[in-house]
């Protein structure tokens, strides 16, 4: 028998975290830009009256908070994912991608106007892909592999001249 030719890889945390943190910071600015393009161009009340203006009021800050913790909650979830799951991208990318689109569909049910409806979850399905896009991102620049063991045997080597063996 074989010994496993190389050995499984694994995420460093800081990389991790400090991509996931930048993430956030991405959810958040891009929550509050979504917010100021239905507002102020579209003159759409996304999450406030239309008195309270383009900035509308403590819910955008809310809203962009929200937008930063599920891209710490997504980072939390893809490190748990690669300590205990095998294919964990496969996986990540198919739980945030359903997240993502509850996320878009559950403002369409709201009883507001039809507008904000929309508008809201268009905000959160741009969210929700940036969130999904970047994280993938920051594993792949996260995932270390270990150094290659050049005196391990190749699978199917079962001797060194490749003839049957003994």
């Not at 102020?40 to 819910?59: E, R, Y």
């Not at 507001?112 to 409806?117: E, G, L």
């Not at 741009?126 to 999904?132: D, K, L, S």
Request: hydrophobic residues 55%; charged residues 10%; aromatic residues 8%.
């Amino acid at each position: 028998m074989t010994a496993p030719h190389a050995q499984a890889g694994h995420l460093d945390p800081a990389r991790l975290w400090s991509g996931g943190a930048a993430t956030a910071v991405v959810a958040a600015l891009t929550a509050v830009v979504g917010i100021l393009l239905a507002r102020g161009v579209f003159d759409v009340p996304v999450l406030a009256p239309k008195g309270d203006g383009v900035w509308g009021d403590a819910n955008t800050m809310a809203y962009a908070l929200v937008a930063a913790a599920g891209a710490l909650v997504a980072t939390a979830l893809v490190q748990v994912l690669a300590a205990t799951t095998p294919r964990f991208r496969t996986f990540f990318t198919w739980i945030m991608m359903l997240a993502t689109a509850v996320a878009t569909i559950a403002p369409l049910g709201l009883d507001v106007a039809p507008s904000s409806r929309v508008a809201t979850s268009l905000i959160n399905m741009v969210i929700g892909i940036a969130i999904t896009s970047i994280t993938n991102v920051v594993v792949r620049s996260a995932y270390r592999r270990p150094p290659p063991d050049y005196f391990a045997p190749n699978p199917g080597d079962e001797t060194e001249l490749g003839g049957e063996p003994w």
